[in-house]
């Protein structure tokens, strides 16, 4: 089964951008769906962005504009580029392929 390993969280100021990218340890070229998610204190995951094989993308409203997802399917992986951070964003974030694969997170903190 395919494992998923998140990178790139860490501690920002607010209005600052971090990259998260998401390495599967195999081909995702014929995944339809991937996405993130995050789980701030205190609160139920909630979904970020999702993209499809064909490119097609999801964004929650509180982060559209501001986050860009996509993927590389030569390099089998999933990025979220994080523009103009908030503190409501500091979270842990979780990739997923079709909500059947999770990885373990990586924490986002975003200070004000």
């Known amino acids: 089964q395919v494992q998923l390993v998140e990178s790139g969280g860490g501690l920002v100021q607010a209005g600052g951008s971090l990259r998260l990218s998401c390495a599967a340890s195999?081909?995702?070229?014929?995944?339809?769906?991937m996405g993130w998610y995050r789980q701030g204190p205190g609160k139920q995951r909630e979904l970020v962005a999702s993209?499809?094989?064909?490119?097609?993308?999801i964004y929650a409203d509180s982060v559209k504009g501001r986050f860009t997802i996509s993927r590389d399917n030569a390099k089998n992986t999933l990025y979220l580029q994080m523009n103009s951070l908030k503190p409501e964003d500091t979270a842990v974030y979780y990739c997923?392929?079709?909500?059947?694969?999770w990885g373990q997170g990586t924490q986002v903190t975003v200070s004000s």
């Open positions: 997923h392929i079709s909500w059947r694969v």
């Open positions: 195999g081909s995702i070229f014929s995944v339809n769906l």
């Open positions: 993209i499809t094989s064909g490119g097609s993308t």
